[in-house]
């Protein structure tokens, strides 16, 4: 992949993730940086018994 693509992939992962911690109601006070978006949003599937895929 070149780079230039890659920084798209990144930049388009990163604003989906901002959506979807939206959707889920994360906290607040806490950052909403990529992994943590993507561990409260992990840790909120596995609460409602969500088949890891």
């Known amino acids: 992949m070149t780079?230039?693509?890659?920084r798209l992939v990144e930049i388009?992962?990163?604003?989906m993730l901002k959506h979807m911690s939206v959707a889920a109601?994360?906290?607040e006070g806490?950052?909403?940086?990529?992994q943590s978006a993507r561990k409260y949003l992990v840790q909120k599937l596995?609460?409602?018994e969500v088949s890891p895929t």
């Open 3 to 6: 780079t230039k693509i890659q």
């Open 12 to 15: 388009n992962l990163g604003k």
């Open 25 to 27: 109601n994360f906290p």
């Open 30 to 34: 806490k950052r909403n940086t990529n």
């Open 46 to 48: 596995r609460g409602h």
